[in-house]
């Protein structure tokens, strides 16, 4: 089984809703939608208190090239714009929607390619152009949604050469089973979805990236026309736009990007470089399912799929939900919270981010809520580095996050760039083998942001 080297098995605690289905949230009373959910500069709202909307309709607009559009999350009226925090702990601009019961729903005018799509996903690749395609994504307001939130029109013309698409199906953060599921469930959307990527960007070399962990979603996928294994004897065989499914062993971080394309392509992305650079893209499970909603469908992104799970939830659900839905309403249809929860976690609990309480709304980068008991959460409090060289052992981008860690600590922010601080994406496997339960994901972002203020 292909993998990386370094990285950590961690327990994954995804029974607890592998075996769910997909539920719809239905419509709550108020929506919070933050302007700025993406990388790049916030949208720009283009509506004002007072005015009616309709589910889908765009509410802010992109600010530039590396901004992304936000469209209405339900049928309402704009009560105001409202600085709310996110779940970074920081306060954006959201605009507060309040629903009025209405069913209307704004899309994008079908593109005419799209005029015979049968809806299980039997696109008609040839009558569309990379050009429509791209379009429609920025349109549509499309962002990475496996948690990066880079706008996907941006992502699909990079300026180095491209030959290859890896579609990131790892999903190696514990408890979450979001992708999973889509991919069990809407299995021909998205390789729909999936090949308009690829035609977007203009290549036929696909990979689907996939840990042996989610088996149900593997043979899916494997059942459908123009998808093959990753085997010697399927390859030999492999016809010109066949989508090969990588199977992964199961270890984190394995969905992290230079991890996957590292297993997949046995490529090695360069220090401070991009994906692009060795000829790759990536994208996730959720955000080709988008593609293949606004192109086919001329949806805008205005829902996600995501988690509610750890054991202090007492109904873990994978739901469909709104984006700017109130994680209180969220957390409510899941049957509220146990008395015994400590930790709550927006995303996964390796790279997710702890929240104070329950006053924040759901993004487009939401792939997880998680409510964790006092038996899940580690409440260790840190101690001094025992020099067991463990974080560096487990470290995928061959760093040594004890010295990051230190020169941190001491306020040395030269020193800690300078053993790699910068390089590091944060999935925090250091931190979880670290015996000492030393803070080095937190060391790492504050180096970051302090090397941020200097520059
Ligand atoms: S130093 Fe960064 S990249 Fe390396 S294991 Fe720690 S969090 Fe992951
Ligand atoms: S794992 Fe923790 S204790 Fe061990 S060297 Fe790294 S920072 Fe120090």
């Known amino acids: 089984m292909k993998t990386f080297k370094g990285g950590f098995h961690v327990p994954d605690r995804k029974d607890l809703t592998a075996g769910v289905s997909i539920e719809d949230m239905p419509v709550v009373t108020d929506y919070f939608v933050s302007v700025s959910q993406h990388i790049g500069k916030p949208a720009q709202p283009v509506v004002k208190a007072g005015d009616e909307v309709v589910e889908g309709q765009l509410i802010a607009e992109a600010n530039g090239l590396i901004s992304a559009n936000i469209h209405s999350p339900v049928c309402g009226e704009v009560v105001e714009i409202v600085k709310r925090k996110n779940a970074q702990g920081a306060l954006v601009d959201c605009i507060h929607i309040k629903s009025n019961g209405k069913q209307d729903k704004f899309t994008l005018p079908p593109l005419a390619a799209f005029s015979a799509v049968k809806t299980d996903g039997d696109v008609s690749y040839e009558s569309v152009t990379s050009e429509q395609i791209v379009e429609r994504i920025r349109e549509a307001g499309i962002v990475g949604m496996g948690g990066a939130g880079f706008p996907t029109a941006v992502k699909l013309q990079p300026k180095d050469p491209v030959d290859s698409l890896i579609i990131n199906a790892a999903e190696c953060e514990p408890y979450l089973n979001c992708d999973n599921r889509l ?21 036929t070399n696909v990979y689907i990236g996939i840990e042996a962990n ?166 260790l409090l840190p101690t001094p580095c025992i020099n067991c060289g463990r974080c560096a052992a487990v470290c995928p981008m061959k760093l040594m996050p004890m010295y990051i860690d230190f020169y941190t600590t001491v306020g040395d922010t030269e020193n800690a760039v300078k053993y790699g601080a910068l390089n590091c994406f944060e999935c925090g496997t250091c931190a979880y083998v670290c015996p000492a339960k030393r803070p080095i994901v937190q060391s790492v972002r504050l180096t970051k942001i302090k090397a941020k203020e200097k520059k």
């Open 183 to 203: 991919l069990i469930e809407r299995t021909a959307e998205f390789l729909a979805g999936v090949r308009l990527l690829a035609k977007a960007i203009g290549v």
């Open 214 to 379: 989610k088996q149900e979603a593997y043979n899916k996928l494997l059942e459908q026309s123009g998808v093959i294994a990753d085997s010697k004897e399927a390859l030999q065989n492999r016809k010109e736009g066949d989508i090969v499914v990588v199977l992964l062993k199961a270890k984190y971080p394995q969905g992290a990007e230079k991890t996957l394309i590292k297993a997949c392509l046995n490529r090695e992305v360069p220090v401070g470089g991009l994906p692009a650079a060795v000829g790759c893209i990536v994208d996730n499970v959720g955000t080709a399912y988008a593609v293949w909603d606004a192109v086919v469908n001329g949806v805008t992104l205005h829902k996600r799929l995501m988690t509610v799970s750890g054991d202090g939830i007492a109904n873990p659900k994978n739901l469909e939900v709104a984006i700017g839905t109130p994680l209180s309403a969220v957390v409510e249809l899941c049957g509220g919270l146990r008395e015994n929860t400590v930790k709550l976690i927006s995303g996964g609990p390796m790279m997710g981010f702890s929240l104070m309480d329950l006053d924040v709304s759901v993004s487009k980068t939401d792939s997880g809520f998680l409510a964790l008991t006092d038996k899940e959460a580690s409440s």
